[in-house]
């Protein structure tokens, strides 16, 4: 299924986007990838700030190809939209989408569920995916980046 058919679907919603938005986003990005190191903070937390930044991740490829997701199931479908966008493995998708159940079940039922070593992974995970995403967007969507100083 492409992005187009998701359109068709309902899922998602056409979009111009603009190098703030874009600047933003991945102020966003690196805003949460230096709060999750926060150590005075529980492991869910942390964990929970490292997935936001993988979910902003995906968001940010989304709204360079010009579709921000609609409501319903947000962050299932912002994940999965990485194989549609940079083109992402399903291996990756994957442990993503196990990350966002493991986020949701520390935020919404139980605490001290994240390990350490879990939050080490998805603070890896998020790291790696910033850095696909932007090398994708410098590839696919340089008007959407900012210039080097």
Same mark, same amino acid.
């Given at each position: 299924m492409?992005?187009a058919?998701?359109?068709?679907?309902?899922?998602l919603?056409k979009?111009?986007?603009s190098?703030?938005?874009?600047s933003?986003?991945?102020?966003?990005?690196?805003?949460?990838l230096?709060?999750?190191?926060?150590?005075?903070?529980?492991?869910?937390?942390?964990?929970?700030i490292?997935?936001?930044a993988?979910?902003?991740? %995906?968001?940010? @490829? !989304?709204? *360079?190809s010009?579709?921000?997701?609609?409501?319903?199931? &947000?962050?299932?479908?912002?994940?999965y939209?990485?194989?549609?966008t940079i083109?992402a493995?399903?291996?990756?998708i994957?442990?993503?989408?196990?990350?966002?159940?493991?986020?949701?079940a520390?935020?919404?039922?139980?605490?001290?569920?994240?390990?350490?070593?879990?939050?080490?992974?998805?603070?890896? %995970?998020?790291r @790696? !995916?910033? *850095?696909?995403v932007?090398?994708?967007?410098r590839?696919? &969507?340089?008007r959407?980046?900012?210039e080097?100083s």
């Amino acid at each position: 299924m492409s992005l187009a058919e998701w359109l068709k679907n309902g899922w998602l919603i056409k979009h111009e986007t603009s190098r703030q938005e874009i600047s933003h986003l991945l102020n966003l990005i690196d805003r949460d990838l230096k709060d999750c190191r926060n150590v005075t903070l529980s492991c869910d937390w942390r964990f929970n700030i490292a997935f936001n930044a993988a979910l902003q991740c %995906a968001k940010t @490829a !989304l709204a *360079a190809s010009g579709f921000p997701s609609a409501k319903g199931s &947000h962050h299932y479908r912002v994940i999965y939209s990485l194989e549609h966008t940079i083109g992402a493995d399903k291996k990756t998708i994957h442990k993503l989408d196990a990350f966002r159940k493991k986020r949701n079940a520390s935020e919404y039922n139980h605490a001290g569920t994240v390990s350490a070593m879990e939050l080490e992974e998805m603070i890896a %995970a998020a790291r @790696a !995916l910033r *850095a696909s995403v932007e090398e994708w967007m410098r590839s696919n &969507h340089p008007r959407l980046m900012a210039e080097q100083s």
